[in-house]
Every structure is written in structure tokens, then in C-alpha cells.
């Protein structure tokens, strides 16, 4: 059992306040003892106080001490087991009652040179595939201290694992919990064992793998533990490591991991780059790592009721070395030619690809133009796609006169894709492929052909993207009922003309005829410094899509503060109907208040909004309209819409010519009016200001001129009709209080003569009784 983590001085504090209280306490229940027979009643006040704060003291000092083992439940337990402790328990915070969320607890068991830990799951009970156990081997490598999983428990049907480190190594647990449910967490134990043999220690974790094959050793057939052994396995860069498994017993389960990916996360999956289960089919099996260090897992799977005399005395037989890794990169280059296709795959397809690649081929076709009508064009069809998301990609990128222009960029899963083909429009193409130094995964394979298409089934433009630099513009997109397979690319970039302070929105308004092809839209990329991501799964507020399944035709207006990328796709075999596509875009400025000088006319409601309504409105604004009335009239305002950043952007009116006048109304937020807001002279001010932060679509303000006198009469009759209202509350208060006063008056004089009735009768008896006593006397 661990001792939770308390500061010596918060014990201290605790117990002398205890001690403290529980003396006072003592004394004031002997008092208490001594006056009882007195009436609790008849005490002094200030007794009675200082009782019932002694009490609630007490009471205090007790519900806090249980509310710090209620606190302490929740903390980790974490120990250092050093090498003088030869046997301990561990067990996860408030075993056996249910442990706590967000937790992440470390327990570690010293190494002891010469000597192996045993380590046996006695009780385990945790979320499924949320909550989790690891444990870490450690091992010495230079005189460094290192440590790497080995296991992962999770959920409760986990049987009774026990762990053999090997000799010279230790422990390293790691308990963790996420916010959702919570069981009964964990129990273990742990000895040490001086007199070490093969049936109850493991091998030697660590090994460095050279250009000379060294057996790896095995336990024998008749380990005493489930959990079997783990290893390590290690190379240098630019290297991987072969391991050929000549044999493996019956009951003997061998595992094989890139050592990076059996290191994330817990709660990913994790595929192995080998597995094999009792007698190999084909032996010996050659596995090659594709990166520098792997992890093997040997473990048992069962114990046979009647065991056949083994042929070997070990669980397994291998040796491993050094070998050049199998992730080079493909070739530069490619010629691609009309009468075959060409296959490309990752480095190392159908296994995992390696870390850190950085591969990158051109695909130049045979002949791109036909005659005078048809063109060759490349096609690439992705067969298989799995990189690791968000990390690993695939860059698509088109080639002209000896600079790459980025398109695309694939990442994820090809089942999450939109799209399984794409068209280069000119004669070459460009394929990139990067990775990072974490997880690697299956990688991909495709196929590049060429295909004859008619010249007018072709891209705007001689490169991709087409790109637009002015402040406004429009053109047209026209497909033949015949094409099929394309890919094209418009950017809008900022106008040259505009300055880099100038702040402006773009609008494109487009005008679509989808063709209805099997792999078929239109996206709209809003934010190109992300790049086009395939799936894209980066921001959705970033991508809006057009397809054929939502409308086969249609005009959308789409807006954007930044430059903005339109991509469309077009990948289908059967083709019935021509497709048309006109944009029609321009640059507006944005973020200005506009006329501040406005004008009221009576019987016209003229509109003021907020700049760029409906559009949201800009940060840090600060627009003052002064609205003007002719001599004689006052400035009325209906507020029909407000919809701002609550307390943060706010709408301001005025009466008069400045912000300093008396205010009217100040608002923020979402609200609704039902009143009108009238000056009380020719003049109204209203003021808009935003922070730096959210936006929202504005105010809608609608103003008119009213003439003076009828205001006057308006808000005498309003004054009027308060007065009304004020007078009858008035009254009625009048009367409540009146009779409330009345009925306590009637009320004290009924009490006192009842008073005074029992007084007579008391002092005549009290009398009569004092005079009787003092006659006896």
C-alpha cells in the first residue's frame, strides 16, 4: 500500500489545530456537565457563543480532514521503489473503489544489477480503450538509462499477466485516465530475485544490430511466464535491421513492431510489421524493418493439455544484422507512354513506407500532341492510399518552364477521399512525396497512363493553377458532352493595384451546370496557406463543395477576406451532357463606415447598417454618424436588427451632436427592440465600435424626421397616461399601508389591555404572598 503524497506541514497544521480543538472541547464538556442541571436558556449569551463556535470549529476541523483523504484518494500514488525494496505493492488511486479522471500516475521499480523483477497483475478493471496501464522496461545503453513499453492493459478481461524483466532491468508503470468513466483501476505486486536462471528472467533487452548476423537469444520452452519477453532492436541511421526466424514453438506467439509506432499514443491502433502465431508454414522468415529500431514480443498462448515432446528447447529461433533500408525513393523521372501504363508505389509497398522521406518524381509524357484536334494527357488512378494523417502527404504539382506550381495534397485514407483519380493538364507532371519522423504506414500504389483527349476538353490556361490579379474580372468554363477526365485550378489573387494596408473582400459569384459524372464538384478552397489537403479534414470552415448530388446546376456567391483557390474534378467514363461554369468575382473594400454625415427626412425611414452588413462586420472599427433633422423636428430611430459580440462590440445612441451628449441607449449582444428612440432636438449621434477579437453580422438602424410638437404632445400624453398610472399605484399603496397600520394599532391595544389584565391579576397574588411571607417572619 503507497502513502499518498502530504506536506509534512499540512499534517503538522492539522494535528495541532486537532489537538487544540479537541482539548478545548474536553474542557467545555466538563462545564457543560457542571451546569446541567442550570437551563441551557439561563446561560450568558457570550457562553452560549463561544459553545456553539468551539462546536462548529470541531465540526469544521473534521470535515476537512475528511475531505483531504476525500482530495487524497484522487492523487497519484506515485513511488520509487529503490534497490533496497525487495517486494511492494502498487495500486491505482482509491483501489479498490473506483479511481479518478484525468489521471496520470507513475510508479517505477529500480534495477538492480544481477537481479530480475517479477511483476504480477493480481486485480485489473479500467475503461476500455480509454483508460490504461503501460509498462516500461528499462535498460542501460552508454552508461544512459533508458526505457520503452513493452505492454499495454486496458478494459478487465486480461487475465493474470506476470512480467520477468531481464536481468540487470526494472520497471516502469504508468497509469492514465481520460474525463469519462472510471472502475476499480488496478492491483499489483512486485519481488525481486537474486538467484536468476533462464526459466525465470528474460533475456537481455537491448541489442545493437551490426553487419554480422548474431542469434537473438529465447527463453526456454518451459518459461514459467504468460507475458513472455520483450526486445529492442537497433541500427544506425539510414539503415534496417533483418531479422530471420528459423523456428517457433507450438505455443509461442512472435511480434514484431516498428518501435516509433508501438510508442504512441495508447489509445491508437497499432498495426504490426510482422505476426505469427505457433508452427511456421515456410521457414526461415526474413523480415525487414523499415526504420532503425524495432520491438519484438514473445510471448505464450496457451499450455497444452497433453504437450508433445518439443523438437527445441527454446521458444524461438532468430538471428538478426544490418542491412541497407528497403525506403529508397522511386526513380526521378518516368516516361509515360500511350501503349502501357507505369505502376508506382511508396518505398517499401505493401509494407510500411520509412521515416523522413522526401521523394520526388516528374511523369513526362511520350508525346503530348496528336494533331491538330487531340492532345495526350497524364491520368493517375490510386489504387491503394493510407499515410499517417495530417503528418505523411502526397503533393501533386504541375511543372512549367522549370518551376513547380503546388495543386493538391493527398494525406489519410483513400476511403475518406472524394477522389480516386487525377489529371495533369499539361505534359508533365510532378509527384512529391514527404513524410515525418513518427508513425509510417502502408504507403500507396497507382497507376500513370496516358489518354487521347480532343483539344477542347482542356484547362484554361497553359499552367495550373490560372490565376487572377486584377480587381475584377468574369470569365466562362465550358466542357463538351465528351470529356471526361479533368482537373482545373483557379486562384484568385489580392489586385496588384491594392496596398498591403488596404482592406478588402473578394466575391465570386458562380454560376454552375454540373455534367452528373461519376467523380464530379466543385471546391472552394477559402484559405490556400493550408494548402488543398485530400481528404480535407484540416478546416472544414476552409471548404465548401459543390457536387451533383446536392444541385446539378445553381448560383452560389461565395466571399472571402483572403486569396482564395477554386478547384474542379472530373473523373467519368459515362458522359451525357455538357457542363458550364461562369465566375464572375471582384474585390470590395471592406471595414469603411461610409457617409457619417446622414440626413432625416419625415414620412421616409432611410437604413443605416453596419459596415458590410449582411456580411459581418470588421475588428477595430469606430464609426460616428451624426443624423440631422430639419429646424423644428426631432430624429426618431427603430433598431430592427443587432446581432454584435456581447460586451465586447456595442452600439451607442445620443442625444445630441457628440458622445458626450446624454445617452439614450447603449447596447451589446443579440436583442430585440420594441420601442423607438426619438432626440430631444434636431440631432442624434450613433456610434459602432468593435474589439479585436469575434464579429458578427451587425445592426440594421432605420431613421426619420418627426415633427417637434408631435413629439411634444406624444410624450406629454406618454407622460400623461405614467402619471395615470403612477397616481393609481399611489392610491393603492396609500390604502395598503394605511390598513396595515390600523390593524397593528388595533392589534397593540388588544395586547396591552390583555397585558395589563394579567399584570393586575399577578401583582394582587405576588403582593398577597410577599405580605403573608413577611408576616411569618
Not at 139 to 154: E, G, K, V
Not at 488 to 498: D, E, G, I, L, S
Not at 607 to 625: A, E, R
Not at 689 to 706: M, Q, R, W
Request: proline share 4%; hydrophobic share 35%; aromatic share 12%.
Amino acid at each position: 500500500m503507497l502513502i499518498p503524497n502530504r506536506s509534512p506541514s499540512h499534517h503538522h497544521t492539522i494535528n495541532e489545530t486537532r489537538a487544540l480543538l479537541q482539548n478545548i472541547s474536553r474542557r467545555v464538556s466538563i462545564a457543560v456537565m457542571e451546569i446541567a442541571p442550570t437551563s441551557f436558556s439561563r446561560l450568558p449569551i457570550h457562553f452560549i457563543t463561544f459553545f456553539t463556535f468551539i462546536t462548529n470549529a470541531i465540526c469544521a476541523v473534521r470535515s476537512l480532514d475528511v475531505g483531504t483523504n476525500r482530495l487524497d484518494a484522487c492523487k497519484c500514488r506515485s513511488a520509487n521503489f529503490g534497490i533496497d525494496v525487495a517486494a511492494g505493492e502498487l495500486k491505482s488511486p482509491g483501489y479498490p473503489a473506483s479511481y479518478c479522471n484525468n489521471l496520470n500516475c507513475k510508479y517505477e521499480i529500480d534495477a538492480v544489477p544481477g537481479q530480475t523483477v517479477h511483476l504480477s497483475i493480481i486485480s485489473f478493471e479500467t475503461e476500455l480503450r480509454h483508460d490504461f496501464l503501460e509498462i516500461h522496461q528499462t535498460f542501460i545503453f552508454a552508461n544512459t538509462q533508458y526505457s520503452a513499453r513493452i505492454a499495454t492493459l486496458s478494459g478487465k478481461d486480461i487475465g493474470w499477466p506476470s512480467f520477468a524483466s531481464s536481468i540487470s532491468s526494472g520497471f516502469i508503470l504508468k497509469f492514465v485516465t481520460d474525463s469519462t468513466e472510471t472502475f476499480v483501476g488496478f492491483h499489483a505486486r512486485f519481488y525481486r530475485i537474486n538467484t536468476t536462471s533462464l526459466t525465470n528472467s528474460c533475456p537481455i533487452f537491448f541489442y545493437e544490430a551490426t553487419g554480422e548476423d548474431r542469434a537473438l537469444p529465447s527463453p526456454p520452452i518451459n518459461f514459467a511466464y504468460f507475458a513472455g519477453c520483450a526486445y529492442m532492436l537497433n541500427t544506425s541511421e539510414n539503415y534496417s535491421i533483418k531479422l530471420n526466424l528459423k523456428s517457433l514453438a507450438s505455443k509461442a506467439k512472435f511480434t514484431i513492431y516498428e518501435t516509433e509506432n508501438y510508442q504512441a499514443p495508447a489509445d491508437q491502433t497499432i498495426s504490426p510489421l510482422f505476426e505469427n502465431t505457433g508452427l511456421i508454414d515456410a521457414v526461415p522468415k526474413e523480415i525487414i524493418s523499415r526504420t532503425n529500431s524495432i520491438l519484438i514480443q514473445v510471448t505464450v498462448v496457451q499450455r497444452e493439455l497433453f504437450p508433445i515432446k518439443p523438437s527445441n528447447k527454446f521458444l524461438f529461433e532468430a538471428q538478426f544484422s544490418r542491412t541497407d533500408s528497403p525506403c529508397k525513393c522511386f526513380p526521378k523521372s518516368y516516361i509515360i507512354r500511350i501503349d502501357r501504363p507505369t505502376i508506382l508505389s511508396s518505398p517499401g509497398f505493401p509494407l510500411e513506407y520509412c521515416d523522413k522521406l522526401d521523394c520526388e518524381t516528374e511523369f513526362q509524357l511520350d508525346q503530348y500532341s496528336i494533331d491538330s484536334t487531340h492532345h495526350n494527357t497524364i491520368i493517375v488512378e490510386i489504387h491503394k492510399f493510407n499515410l499517417e494523417h495530417g503528418s505523411d502527404f502526397v503533393h501533386f504539382l504541375d511543372r512549367s518552364k522549370h518551376s513547380s506550381r503546388h495543386l493538391i495534397s493527398r494525406t489519410g485514407e483513400l476511403s475518406t477521399s472524394r477522389n480516386r483519380f487525377f489529371t495533369f493538364s499539361g505534359e508533365t507532371g510532378v509527384l512529391r512525396m514527404i513524410t515525418d519522423s513518427t508513425v509510417t504506414n502502408n504507403g500507396f500504389n497507382m497507376t500513370i497512363t496516358a489518354m487521347q483527349k480532343k483539344d477542347d476538353c482542356r484547362c484554361k490556361g497553359e499552367a495550373q493553377p490560372l490565376e487572377f490579379s486584377s480587381s475584377t474580372g468574369m470569365f466562362s468554363f465550358n466542357l463538351p458532352m465528351d470529356c471526361g477526365f479533368l482537373d482545373c485550378f483557379f486562384q484568385f489573387n489580392r489586385p496588384v493595384t491594392a496596398s498591403d494596408t488596404d482592406r478588402i473582400r473578394l466575391i465570386v459569384n458562380i454560376t454552375y451546370t454540373f455534367k452528373n459524372g461519376e467523380e464530379e464538384f466543385l471546391e472552394v478552397l477559402t484559405n490556400i496557406n493550408n494548402y488543398n489537403i485530400i481528404p480535407s479534414h484540416i478546416n472544414e470552415r476552409d471548404i465548401t463543395i459543390f457536387e451533383p448530388m446536392l444541385a446539378e446546376s445553381g448560383t452560389e456567391e461565395v466571399t472571402n477576406d483572403l486569396p482564395m483557390m477554386i478547384w474542379y474534378h472530373l473523373a467519368s467514363d459515362i458522359n451525357r451532357r455538357a457542363a458550364q461554369f461562369d465566375f464572375n468575382y471582384k474585390w470590395k473594400s471592406i471595414c469603411e463606415c461610409g457617409s457619417l454625415e446622414l440626413e432625416a427626412k419625415e414620412g421616409l425611414w432611410k437604413q443605416l447598417t453596419s459596415p458590410d452588413y449582411p456580411g459581418h462586420y470588421c475588428n477595430l472599427m469606430k464609426c460616428q454618424y451624426l443624423i440631422t433633422a430639419p429646424q423644428g423636428y426631432v430624429v426618431v430611430a427603430n433598431i430592427t436588427e443587432l446581432a454584435l459580440e456581447p460586451n465586447e462590440d456595442v452600439l451607442a445612441i445620443f442625444d445630441g451632436i457628440n458622445i458626450t451628449d446624454r445617452r439614450i441607449r447603449i447596447t451589446s449582444g443579440i436583442e430585440i427592440f420594441t420601442d423607438l428612440l426619438r432626440s430631444t432636438a434636431e440631432v442624434m449621434t450613433v456610434y459602432f465600435e468593435t474589439d479585436i477579437s469575434i464579429t458578427n453580422k451587425g445592426f440594421v438602424l432605420y431613421y426619420t424626421a418627426e415633427n417637434a410638437s408631435a413629439d411634444d404632445r406624444s410624450s406629454v400624453t406618454s407622460e400623461l397616461g405614467e402619471s395615470k398610472h403612477l397616481g393609481i399605484i399611489f392610491c393603492i399603496l396609500l390604502f395598503l399601508v394605511t390598513g396595515i397600520v390600523f390593524g397593528l394599532t388595533c392589534y397593540k391595544q388588544k395586547k396591552v389591555f390583555a397585558n395589563r389584565r394579567d399584570h393586575w391579576r399577578t401583582s394582587s397574588v405576588v403582593g398577597f404572598t410577599n405580605l403573608s411571607h413577611e408576616n411569618s417572619s
